[in-house]
C-alpha cells in the first residue's frame, strides 16, 4: 500500500512571516489526519521556521531546490546538507517552472537527485509534457526521456526513497487539469516503465507518484480514485490554509 502524499509548493510566494500565519492556521485544520503524509515547500527563507513551528507534526518540510555539490563556490546556491539541518526532509527536483526559466536539463535533474538521495533527502522529481508536445503525441516519448534521464544510475533498492510527480505543464497555473483518465494513463506508463527500467515490478509498485497541475477541492478526490495516482502536488490551491487542508482530506 502506497501511503498517499500531498505537497504544497508555495512557489516563489510567502515571506517568513505570512508562511508563519499560514502554519499556525492550518496545524488545527490538519490535526485528525492519520492516513495522507503532508508536505509544505516554502521558499528558501522560510525553510527553517515552517521546520520548527511543524516539528512533531505529520507535516514534512520541502525545498523547492537543491544544487548537486555539497558545498563549494556557487553564488545562491543551496546544499543538501544545509537543507537537513534547517529540518528539510524533502526537495523538489526539475519543477518545470525551473527546467523552462533556469534551464535545467535532464542531466542536472539527474544530479540533484542523486545529491538528494546522498544527503537523505526525499527528492520529488517532476515530470510532464507540454501542450505543444501533447497535441504533437510525443506525451509518452517526453516523460519517458524525462524519467529515464532524471533517474539515471538510481538503483532499485532506493525506490521507496523517491517520489515522481507527473504535472502536465499545459495544466500548471492554468486551471485547466488533466481529465483523472488522461492522468491515470501517463501514470500507469510511468510505473511500468519505473518496472522496466529497474526490471523490478515490486521496486516500481513501491513508487508514489504524484499528479500535479492545478489540483483544487473541488478536483482532487477523483484523480486520487485512480490506482495509480498516489497523490498531489500543488501549487495554487495550496496557499489557502483552507482550501490546502480540505484537499489534504480529500478522503
Ligand atoms: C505546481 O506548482 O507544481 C502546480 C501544479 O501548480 P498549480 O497547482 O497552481 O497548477
Given at each position: ?21 499560514f ?17 509544505l ?69 539527474n ?47 532506493d ?79 495550496s ?13
Amino acid at each position: 500500500m502506497r501511503t498517499p502524499l500531498i505537497a504544497g509548493n508555495w512557489k516563489m510566494y510567502k515571506t517568513a512571516a505570512e508562511a508563519t500565519a499560514f502554519v499556525r492556521a492550518f496545524l488545527p485544520m490538519v490535526a485528525g489526519v492519520a492516513d495522507v503524509e503532508i508536505v509544505l515547500a516554502p521558499a528558501f527563507t522560510s525553510l527553517g521556521t515552517v521546520a520548527m513551528l511543524t516539528a512533531g507534526s505529520r507535516i514534512a518540510v520541502a525545498a523547492q531546490n537543491v544544487h548537486f555539490e555539497t558545498e563549494g563556490a556557487f553564488t545562491g546556491e543551496v546544499s543538501a546538507r544545509m537543507l537537513r539541518e534547517a529540518g528539510v526532509t524533502h526537495a523538489i527536483v526539475g519543477h518545470s517552472e525551473r527546467r523552462q526559466y533556469f534551464a535545467e536539463t535532464d542531466a542536472s535533474v539527474n544530479l540533484k537527485v542523486k545529491a538528494a538521495l546522498a544527503g537523505g533527502l526525499t527528492p520529488i522529481l517532476c515530470l510532464g509534457e507540454t501542450l505543444a508536445e501533447r497535441e504533437a503525441d510525443q506525451t509518452f516519448t517526453v516523460v519517458e526521456r524525462q524519467l529515464r534521464g532524471g533517474l539515471a544510475g538510481i538503483p532499485a533498492t532506493d525506490a521507496g526513497l523517491l517520489v515522481i510527480a507527473y504535472e502536465p505543464v499545459w495544466a500548471i497555473g492554468t486551471g485547466r487539469t488533466a481529465t483523472p483518465e488522461q492522468a491515470q494513463e501517463v501514470h500507469a506508463l510511468l510505473r511500468a516503465l519505473l518496472g522496466a527500467f529497474w526490471h523490478d515490478d515490486a521496486a516500481a509498485a513501491s513508487v508514489r507518484i504524484l499528479y500535479g497541475g492545478s489540483v483544487n477541492p473541488g478536483n482532487v478526490k477523483s484523480l486520487m480514485s485512480q490506482p495509480d495516482i498516489d497523490g498531489g502536488l500543488v501549487g495554487g490551491a495550496s496557499l489557502k490554509p483552507d482550501s490546502f487542508a480540505e484537499i489534504v482530506k480529500f478522503r
